[in-house]
């Protein structure tokens, strides 16, 4: 097992990594929508809030070489499933043809006010 640290990513606001690496998988922690630099939310968006999540998990995942073709699988936690069809159309455009598998689920509140929290599974093929 082996931590994983992005400087290009949040640190992590609480007693965990930002991933970790056990055999061929990589875990990265849940990722909200925080400007790495200040720790603050970056919107009030939801569109952008997604938006810095995906671009969070890119940063983790190419810390160790690779890139969101080797995600297999997402967990969104929404604060209101009302914004499910606008993070869709955030998530494509990152994930396009790649399609991991995925669930959605609605919560009644995430870290720091969030609107949106994206935790994922990669395999290094």
């Known amino acids: 097992m082996k931590n994983v640290f992005s400087p290009d990513a949040p640190q992590p606001i609480g007693p965990y990594s930002q ?3 056990v055999g061929n998988f990589v875990f990265v922690s849940g990722q909200i929508g925080l400007d790495a630099k200040t720790g603050e939310l970056v919107s009030s968006k939801i569109e952008e809030q997604t938006e810095f999540a995906i ?3 890119e ?9 969101l ?9 929404l604060k209101n499933m009302s914004d499910f069809t606008r993070v869709n159309l955030v998530y494509e455009r990152f994930f396009g043809d790649t399609k991991p598998a995925r669930s959605c689920v609605g919560v009644l509140e995430l870290p720091k006010n969030a609107l949106i929290e994206i935790e994922a599974i990669a395999y290094k093929f």
């Not at 073709?69 to 936690?77: E, L, P, R």
């Open 69 to 77: 073709k080797n995600v297999v699988k997402t967990t969104i936690f």
């Open 59 to 67: 940063a983790i995942l190419k810390s160790v070489n690779l890139d």
């Open 19 to 21: 991933a970790i690496i």
């Open 55 to 57: 671009r969070h998990i």
